[in-house]
């Protein structure tokens, strides 16, 4: 049974500030109000099991933690409303995704509507991504799949569903944003990038306080570098959004080593661009060879080494947030790795990314990768030992070293002095006042695998 929270319903809903992109620095986000927006989740697609009680506790567990968003599928069979016929839309699914919708506003949780997935009409091989009720003999508009995305009935199809997600839901202040299809290239007929330039004008039309935004798959060949550029630069396309994982099968060897090192990468990549928006790592994780199955180590991370670098590198990267895992199920669920968000929010707490202007820079000293964000009053720093890995601790079964009497030396970030300095230990959930040498060196407490610094400029 679905169960409605009328007190949420949309004649409440202007109430709440909406998330935009900030007017102060274009790379992150803000509310409306002008209330800093740091989005710290995850995908949580569906609910397990078709009950939508599953999915509340993961929602609650997450608000617990400090979480504030989370990114779902409303193509998932659980929330798709055109599941009958093409161009039909069932209204008790909408009633569930307002139920959706009423519990993340009660937590202070902004959802990311992710309206479409499927990659073919029935002549793929992968029957989860097939949607055959739009081929013409079944009464939809296209007689295959690249006719469904370049046909001006199949176009037209999809600006009337736009339309009518628009006048169901208006500007909800919990969408975080609407994104129009989950990595669309793919899908292996058609021009997917034309199609996606047609309908961004019809989707902010449809929700113009809404961020809007579409995806691409996992950022792990050469091949797809030019692809994600158009995307990033691509008018009407608010968020520059990357999806990574660590990936054996990859053929970008990145993929295939330390999580924060891949993590990091893919945000340097769309920075490099120069897009002039909010980038995120949207998707990452981990997986088995060319993402044939979840990542068999993941039983063996019941301390969320991956969880860790995935949320924490993106940030400290230049991204406008935390990355935002997969495996929201078979990994974070599982093990209990929700606290995770709870260290990352505390680690973050207070900071505001538009007025701070931060400058990512990342500089290797001694066994340490040191991601630095210099802002105009304070620094961030995030200490990652290189010593310990997903290998050394999943693989071979190694506890991670621990770092001891280590002197940091701000001169390589060009800060010119230190009034005071604390560290977050987020694997310890404490925080402790830093040394402050002459000169500025600080002398770092006993660590292991990252400490987070933060300093407050002269």
């Known amino acids: 049974m679905v169960l409605l929270a009328p007190e949420f319903s949309r004649a409440a809903a202007p109430a709440a500030a909406l998330v935009r992109v900030s007017p102060r620095d274009a790379r ?7 209330t800093p927006y740091i989005p710290i989740g995850l995908n ?13 506790e993961w929602m609650d567990e997450l608000a617990k933690q400090g979480g504030n968003f989370i990114r779902v599928w409303l193509s998932n069979p659980y929330f798709d409303v055109e599941h009958v016929r093409s161009g039909e839309y069932d209204e008790e699914k909408a009633r569930r995704i307002d139920e959706l919708l009423a519990h993340a506003a009660a937590r202070g949780i902004r959802v990311k509507m992710c309206m479409e997935h499927f990659r073919h009409l029935g002549e793929g091989t992968q029957r989860w991504a097939a949607k055959p ?29 736009i339309g009518w997600y628009g006048r169901r839901f208006g500007t909800h202040p919990y969408v975080f944003g609407w994104e129009l299809w989950n990595e669309m290239n793919a899908i292996r007929a058609g021009d997917y990038m034309a199609w996606t330039e047609v309908m961004l004008p019809h989707l902010h039309r449809a929700f113009p306080s809404n961020l809007c935004m579409q995806s691409l798959g996992s950022f792990d060949t050469d091949g797809v570098r030019a692809h994600y550029r158009r995307l990033a ?89 935390p990355g935002h895992i997969w495996h929201w199920d078979s990994y974070v669920a599982r093990n209990h790795l929700w606290f995770h968000f709870g260290r990352f929010a505390e680690a973050v707490k207070g900071v505001d990314p538009p ?48 770092v001891r009497d280590f002197r940091l030396s701000m001169q390589p970030f060009k800060i010119s002095g230190v009034a005071r300095a604390s560290a977050y230990d987020p694997w ?31």
């Open 133 to 161: 009720l739009h081929l013409a003999q079944n009464g939809g508009p296209a007689t295959n799949t690249a006719h469904f995305f370049d046909g001006e009935a199949g176009r037209r199809q999809f600006q009337e569903k």
């Open 355 to 402: 007025a701070e202007g931060f400058e990512p820079q990342l500089v290797e000293v001694g066994p340490l990768r040191v991601y630095a964000l210099v802002g105009r009053r304070e620094v961030l720093l995030w200490c990652r030992d290189g010593r310990a890995t997903w290998q050394t601790e999943l693989q071979q079964g190694q506890a991670p070293p621990e």
């Open 28 to 34: 992150y986000f803000e509310l409306t109000d002008g």
């Open 44 to 56: 949580m697609i569906a609910p397990p099991g078709n009950r939508f009680e599953g999915m509340a």
């Open 428 to 458: 310890k959930n404490q925080t402790q006042a830093v040394e402050v040498k002459t000169g500025g060196e600080l002398v770092l407490p006993p660590f292991q695998r990252s400490l987070v610094v933060r300093i407050l400029r002269k």
């Open 233 to 321: 630069l691509m008018p009407g396309n608010d968020v520059a959004q990357v999806h990574r994982y660590l990936d054996l099968g990859a053929r970008l060897t990145v993929c295939h080593g330390p999580v924060d090192v891949l993590a990091a990468d893919a945000v340097r990549e769309l920075l490099a661009v120069k897009p002039g928006k909010p980038v995120l790592l949207a998707e990452s994780g981990a997986v088995e060879p060319n993402h044939s199955g979840p990542f068999k180590l993941y039983g063996a991370d019941t301390n969320g080494v991956i969880l860790h670098d995935v949320l924490f590198a993106p940030f400290f990267a230049g991204a406008a947030g």
